[in-house]
């Protein structure tokens, strides 16, 4: 190997090779806890860079693992023995354009970082996962990610244009695919078939992003209930008020429990915890609030929080109380377990809105079998839930149980006429659960179609090989 | 001198990582390093391969370990509450106690 490492090591130059075990390790590793094998790390810094890249492992059959931040949930990111390249270093911002409404970046941007460049602009990228601090273009795209404001803005894939690609073969061939424009009848939907492709089918290489409008104003209700039912009452209430919900959240009364804490003004809420934002003009606002609180008191909220604003929902701690969801349900494994070194082990199931009663009660008794730390939180506005439970990894029984639990609750999604993965991915975790999915829709065939289109793409099965189908 | 109960309150700290990174955020050595060893979540995975004596103690470990600034930024964000330049310092007391035994 050390011939075909000192051949990239020319091909790039050496300060974008790293061989050194330390730094490999850290590209190793994902947050779903899975650990790989890889055994080189490079940095591309531009497309030409990326090309060679491709090219060379063409040439040479080696394996090559893309990678963003290495926040994916599903084992996507997680090399197996192979190269590991780093989009980090590509991670320029080449062009905003309100008139167009697109913003033209690198996949190592992270998302926080091109809304911070948007908001000076008066405008955002909507698409907003919980990791956005940390998570890139290029893994949420990749990954088909969504966010808090899924109900209104949908997910990754409505909100690309444009990629830049490159895939592994003689020639690392660079592609452009899709148009600069939202309206675009360039034959088959490229640009759609590699959102959520999971580094599989080819290297993101520069994205071409639309871009909205922050709202002018969005009255944000928050109230806690005392039962599910109560508040998914409100929840479809404000539906039919024909409200266009920005965003509509819900965490149970053990996730609140533990996320209030040292949150001022939250001392005394309890119950399961319901957030909705309306986006709306400035005249608008008043009446919106007023409306909401209205419904939340008639359906049995006990205590009401508002804001006029996101930027006020942010000041009052509102938002942060929903952001606490990861920690708390961290803090709640931790309880019980009574160690501080437990894992936690979320799943990313989504049903139809009108099925969540049944989906949040039986996942409740689906879980209370597994004597498992439950919490759960999730994206009701879209119908994407994120119920976790806590782990020991030291204690095998324990990890099976988990993983039954896991399996347990894609099945239920499947019942309710949802699917296994909203927003997370396939990886390597859900590949079962994909062929479950696919049978229970009598349309397996889909798996081998799948599975074309990757050979059409990356021939020699080099390209993040093992993932998603 | 034996460490092996500092390095099992390096791994006891460090393995609360969930890897999420979103302590990177705020690292101000990060930006500026080659790799992600330059900011927090590298230094506490390396600190726990350390720990369990699985990681070699290579070149770019030692930068990791030893360009932290140990400014506690990275501590605002971590949602497990681990506190970084604790363990880096617990690694640097490791790493120097061992160089000077030899
Ligand atoms: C605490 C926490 C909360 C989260 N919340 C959410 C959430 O609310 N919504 C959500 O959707 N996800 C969420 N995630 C999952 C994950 O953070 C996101 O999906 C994120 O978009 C992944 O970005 P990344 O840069 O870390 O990508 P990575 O994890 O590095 O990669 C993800 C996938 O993209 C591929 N990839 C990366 N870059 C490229 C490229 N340039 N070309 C080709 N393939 C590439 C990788 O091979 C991999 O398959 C969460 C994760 C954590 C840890
Ligand atoms: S303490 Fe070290 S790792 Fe943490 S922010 Fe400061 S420099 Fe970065
Ligand atoms: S924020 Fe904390 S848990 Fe997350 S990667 Fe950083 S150190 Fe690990």
Redesign the pocket.
């Known amino acids: 190997m050390t011939g075909e490492i000192e051949e990239l090591k020319r091909l790039l130059g050496r300060d974008k090779v790293y061989d050194d075990p330390s730094v490999v390790a850290l590209y190793s590793r994902e947050a779903s806890g899975l650990e790989g094998n890889g055994f080189l790390v490079v940095f591309p810094e531009s497309t030409s860079d990326v090309s060679a890249i491709a090219r060379w492992a063409y040439k040479r059959r080696i394996p090559i693992y893309p990678q963003g931040s290495a926040t994916s949930l599903s084992g996507s990111a997680v090399p197996g023995k192979g190269v590991i390249v780093s989009f980090e270093r590509m991670n320029r911002i080449y062009e905003i354009s309100v008139v167009d409404s697109i913003a033209d970046v690198e996949p190592g941007v992270r998302i926080a970082d091109l809304n911070e460049a948007l908001m000076t602009k008066g405008y955002m990228f909507p698409v907003d996962p919980a990791s956005h601090v940390v998570a890139t273009i290029g893994g949420a795209i990749n990954t088909g990610a969504g966010g808090m404001k899924g109900a209104r803005y949908g997910t990754m894939r409505d909100w690309v244009n444009q990629l830049e690609i490159v895939v592994p073969d003689e020639k690392g061939t660079v592609m452009r695919v899709g148009c600069r424009t939202v309206k675009c009848r360039q034959g088959l939907d490229l640009v759609r078939l590699i959102v959520g492709s999971e580094g599989t089918l080819a290297l993101v290489t520069r994205a071409v992003l639309r871009i909205t409008p922050l709202p002018e104003s969005s009255p944000t209700v928050m109230g806690f209930f005392d039962n599910v039912e109560d508040l998914l009452a409100a929840f479809t209430e404000l539906k039919t008020r024909r409200y266009p919900l920005l965003l509509a959240e819900f965490l149970d009364e053990t996730a609140v429990s533990i996320a209030k804490k040292g949150v001022a003004g939250f001392e005394s809420v309890r119950g399961h915890m319901f957030l909705a934002s309306v986006e709306s003009n400035h005249e608008a606002a008043e009446r919106i609030m007023d409306d909401m609180v209205a419904v939340l008191k008639n359906h049995g909220a006990s205590i009401i929080y508002t804001a006029q604003s996101l930027g006020e929902a942010e000041e009052k701690g509102l938002l942060t109380i929903r952001r606490r969801l990861f920690p708390a349900q961290i803090e709640n494994a931790r309880r019980f377990w009574g160690k501080s070194n437990v894992r936690v082990f979320i799943e990313d199931i989504v049903v139809p809105p009108s099925k969540l009663v049944n989906a949040i009660n039986e996942l409740k008794s689906i879980t209370e079998k597994y004597g498992l730390p439950y919490t759960l939180g999730g994206h009701i506005g879209d119908g994407n839930l994120h119920p976790a439970v806590g782990i020991v990894l030291d204690d095998k029984k324990v990890v099976e149980k988990a993983h039954e639990w896991y399996v347990e609750v894609m099945k239920l999604a499947i019942r309710l006429g949802g699917s296994i993965s909203a927003e997370h991915g396939i990886g390597l975790l859900k590949k079962d659960g994909l062929r479950l999915e696919m049978e229970k829709l009598d349309s397996i065939k889909a798996l081998d179609i799948m599975k074309a289109i990757k050979r059409a793409f990356d021939p020699l099965n080099i390209l993040n090989p093992g993932k998603l189908v | 001198m034996d460490y092996d109960d500092v390095r099992s309150r390096i791994i006891e700290e460090a393995s609360?990582?969930?890897?999420?990174?979103?302590?990177e955020q705020s690292c101000p050595t990060l930006p500026l390093g080659p790799h992600r060893g330059y900011g927090?979540?590298g230094r506490?995975y390396l600190a726990l391969l350390f720990g369990k004596k699985v990681l070699t103690e290579t070149r770019e470990f030692r930068k990791s370990v030893f360009t932290c600034l140990l400014c506690a930024a990275?501590t605002l964000?971590?949602?497990?509450g681990?506190d970084?330049p604790n363990l880096v310092r617990l690694v640097r007391h490791v790493l120097l106690g061992e160089i000077e035994a030899a």
Do not use: E, L, Q, T
């Open positions: 609360k990582c969930s890897y999420c990174g979103f302590c927090p979540r506490v990275c964000n971590c949602p497990a681990i970084v």
